[in-house]
């Protein structure tokens, strides 16, 4: 009687401290994400006003990262000692999401962008220029602070992943929060959707830190697609929890 009474309790008991180990992951999480707001900001003042670059030479050698750098073009671990947000942050590191551990765990062979502790940077627009179209320095040519209409709505830095292949078996590390649509070619009157990246880990909810500071838990909105590179479309988007926050629009990456 005693054994099932306290059975009993551990089945209602569970679900509560699981849920309360989630809420001190995602408190975690948020910590980490305005430590790379405020690093980012205090580049800013030491660049004129510029932010990091996300991805400073993608369009030629391709391995340079704003969470470090790497040997090759397309694998090789980053050195986070060479990032450009290295000497703002004040723990010297950039810390991993303690709910991303779940999704990912060997490192070693995901190597993709691994080192970004499963946070991705709004590369379109802050760490770069790609709202302009393709061209020769959209790469390391990045916004300044003067040209962010709206800091407490636009998104710096989010939970973020990829899937590594598909049918795939895990969420590994990605480094850009990209928008629901592809900008450059947005504006040409097109609707080209690239992959989701930001993850919604936190009992289905991302954390997003804003380019004023703020950290904010942000839910998913719907991924209406049903084609994808991932093999699956909409449905296998969902099972791995990417997609982008509601509404589904640009203004979190100040691309409207």
Known sequence: MVIAIISILASILMPV?????EKARQAS??????QLALANQQYSQDYDGHFCPGAQNMMSANNRRWHGVRSGS???QFDPTAGPLWPYLGSGEIKECPSFRD????QNSNAFEAGCGGYGYNNEFIGGSYWQGWGPDVDST?????AV???SGTLMFADTAFLQFYPSTMAI???????PYWSSVYYLGYLMRPEPSVHFRHAGHANVAFMDGHVKALPRGVVKESGSIYGGGAEVVAKFGLGWPAPDD???WDLE
């Open 17 to 21: 401290f699981a849920q309360a180990r």
């Open 29 to 34: 999480c948020a910590s980490n994400l305005r």
């Open 74 to 76: 397309f694998s090789g």
């Open 103 to 106: 999704y990912t765990r060997d």
């Open 142 to 146: 990045t916004a300044h602070d003067a």
């Open 149 to 151: 209409a709206d800091p």
């Open 173 to 179: 590390e990605y480094s850009f929060a990209e928008p």
């Open 250 to 252: 640009l203004s979190l």
